[in-house]
């Protein structure tokens, strides 16, 4: 519950509070007044010994241009010069010297002689003949005629400065007679000089020597480490001053160079001051500092007590309408009596009041509702709940189902965790299942591969583990499943964990194997149709290529009306018939997928204008007008397959002309106008047209637009259906746009890309028999075809001998040669192929020329025709034999052996 202090405790704090602001207040100016003292002190200081390290260097500065001002006088003294020049003894010159001294304020007075050697010496008259050019400013004096001064010890560890100046008895003479040097001692004398102008303690120190000071007790310098002062003074860095403990008391103390004219930097000079003023000033700073907040602490007693006082009563107020509120009790406002900072407080408390009156009202409200929404809120999760129960009985429902569990590997303890249902699957009784178990339980020819896949990879893209592996399950039993995991890693991104799911597919592997073998068994229905084919292709080519061929002879003999009639439609119903074999065996390669497109160079205006002139007599027969048209535009070369785009042509061109009665046909080509640009062909008649109907299924094996037409125009429904799926293997679309009783247009669009035109481009000939007369050889064993043949060959001007077996072929050709043979491939002893390389081994054995080898065959197919080209075969032609191809085979061949006698 909520409580004011007693009256006592509450003067107590109040009181507390105001001495601990006051104690705060004055410790912490207490502090800045003697930070600001001590740099004030500080900077007072380091004035005083910037001030007495200046009144050194001009004191030392004075002393040194008066010891060169009274070194030259008495260099230009003739007693002086007469001395050195003359080279008086000791006896003469001793008085001089003493003169010379009384002249001088020096302590030291030095003559040399011509060499640099002492000729005089005014204390120490031993150490005449002495070389001084060890010294600099000797030096300098005797081989540069210069007057200088320096600051240098003597042999007697006197610290000196010394002046010099060369004399020259004759101004014009370069070397000088000799040196005078003027010494000053830089003693306790000349430093108390200094110390008069300055209160700073001041000392000469030469390296780690004290050569001079001004503290009475020089014993206080003992605990001074002179070489760090020396080293001070070299860095000549002083901007403040340093503490120095001197006979136990604390100094300032700064170090300096002596003077420039110390040119070896030996000396320094070392300026001290008492630290007793500081400790003086802060000492009167702390006693000050006593009686304030003596004097404050007293007045915040007083202070507080009355305040407290003051608060107490309306506090107490307070104090009783806070706990009535906190215990929940009714409280009535309460009575304003001042408007200061406690009548403030109470008018917001009274404000309190009245918002806690309204906010437990409305918290009410609230409460109600609340508890309403909580009601729903707890049904609705319960029914979630209830949800996500059945929809994870029901996944694991379709997981038994689809025989699947979810697996995973823990690589630190390899450890798997596996579903209840894959682990009672492979007889694994406990979770969770070491590796070493779980592998135990795969079949021996699977566990090599499977601990290869389980190896962490050192690329983890992709990070999948997809396996099928046999495992062996109780009851002697061998089911296959499908592993399926991906890594993972943790936070830190070490590898840790493969998950994934297990499926036992050992049903989906029986029935691939059974596809598999249903497929085997559909590949060799499938060749066993296509051997079937060929045949039945064999079979019926043979005696159509008598039916046929003789025919053709027969019309060339001399026939009435009738006959000739007669004829026309025995030749016709042939070619129907040899159209429908062409287009069965075109549709059972189309099914099979053994079509062959060969997309080579080829000249698309020439194929037009020989398909244009092959129909368009057979149009003009019907009276119908017929055009061809290729647009400017359109490349004579394109890249597809001449034959296959030949046969739809023919095949769209041909219904054309066989549905129209009336009219017009025409074949268009040109280039679309959309990019990439591609060859458009189309094919338009004005005939019977298609109904709207039969437009989806025109191009359906063996169908027609109406039954009727069949009846009617004949036909077997495959010519659309083969053409339309040869331009899809041309890279097209046959597609068509027609209205029934006005007409029909079939196009489509082929791809184009710009082709060169062949180098060995031939322009096309008509075919004339201008060679000499040639032996062929005719190897047949048919009897109806010998009789055509030698009947297609009797106008001829060649030489015709016949041989009726494969191996009479072989005697005949050994026997005498020959410039031609045709060679039929289907023989009962000896084919024609095997012949034909027995022939080409010989030839090669005995060095002689090829003969020229045509093979005629009923077999139509591409690969046919590539195995007789194969075996040696020059030219292949397909039964049935048409006499103007058989001409036009021979003609090419002698032609082509004309101009090039080594074609083989």
Known sequence: MFSLPSPKRLRTRITLIFASIVLIGSMIGWLVTTQLIHQHFTQMVHGQFVQAASVTENMLNLVGQMAMLQSRYLAHDEAVQRALTDRESTQTIKPLLQRLKQQTTADVVILLDGQGRISAHSQFADRRGENLLTWAISRKAMLHAEADVAIIQTQDNRFMLFATAPVLPNPAQKRPAGVVLLGYSLND?????????????????????????????????????????????????????????????????????????????????LMTLPASELHK???????????????????????????????LIPLQKLRKTVEA???????????????????????????????????????STYSNHLEQLVQERTGELESANRQLLNKEASLLHAQEIAQLGNWSLTLQDQMLTIAPSIRSLLGLSTTPVSLAQFVQSVHPDDRQPLLERLKVPLDLNPAILDHDCR????????????????????ESGQITTLAGTLQDITARRMMEDELRQAKQQADVANQAKGHFLAIMSHEIRTPMNAVIGMTELLKETELDERQSSFVGKLISAGNNLLDLINNILDLSKIEAGQLHIEMIP?????????????????????????????????????NSDRGR???????????????TEQGEVSLHIMMTQEEPAQIRIEVRDSGIGISADHLGSIFHNFTQADPSISRRYGGTGLGLSISHQLVGYLGGHLDVESVEGQGSIFHFELPYEPVAAPENEQQVKNIKSTTADKKILLVEDSEDNQLLILNYLKDTP???????????????????????????????????????????????????????IVALTALSTREDAQKSLDAGCQMHITKPIRKNRLLETLEEAFLAQESNPDVS
Request: net charge negative; glycine share 6%.
């Open 602 to 638: 080829m000249d698309l205006h020439t194929l037009a204008h020989e398909l244009c002139d092959l129909l368009e007599t057979t149009a003009h027969s019907k009276d119908l007008n017929f055009h061809c048209q290729i647009d400017e535009a359109v490349p004579r070369w394109v």
């Open 471 to 490: 495992f062996e399950v109780p009851y002697g039993a061998v089911r296959t499943l499908h592993i399926l995991g991906e890594w993972s890693r943790d």
């Open 325 to 363: 509120m906190h215990s929940g009790q009714t409280v009535d406002p309460l009575a304003i009596e001042s408007k200061d900072e406690l009548g403030q407080m109470a008018v917001h408390l009274n404000h309190l009041i009245e918002e806690i009156h309204q906010k437990n009202r409305t918290l």
């Open 645 to 659: 785009l030949r046969q739809v042509l023919f095949n769209l061109l041909g219904n054309a002309i066989k549905f």
């Open 798 to 852: 060649h030489q015709v001998a016949l041989a009726e077996s494969g191996k009479e072929a072989l005697e005949r050709y050994a026997g005498e040669p020959f410039d031609l043979i045709l060679m039929d491939v289907q023989m009962p002893d000896m084919d024609g192929l095997t012949v034909t390389r027995m022939i080409r081994e010989r030839e090669q054995e005995r060095g002689i020329e090829p003969v020229i």
């Open 281 to 311: 000033a802060i000492a009167q700073i702390n006693k000050n500092f006593l009686l304030i907040f003596a004097a404050f602490f007293l007045l915040v007693v007083l202070l507080g007590g009355g305040l407290s006082k003051r608060l």
């Open 189 to 269: 004398t000349f430093i108390q000089q200094i110390r008069q102008n300055t209160s700073v303690e001041l000392t000469f120190v030469r390296r780690r020597a004290v050569m001079a000071s001004t503290l009475r007790d020089r014993m206080k310098l003992d605990t001074v480490p002179m070489h760090y002062v020396h080293y001070q003074a070299m860095l000549n860095n002083s901007e403040r001053p340093y503490a120095m403990k001197l006979g136990g008391s604390e100094w300032f103390a700064e170090a300096r160079r002596l003077s420039q004219m110390d040119p070896n930097m030996e000396g320094s000079i």
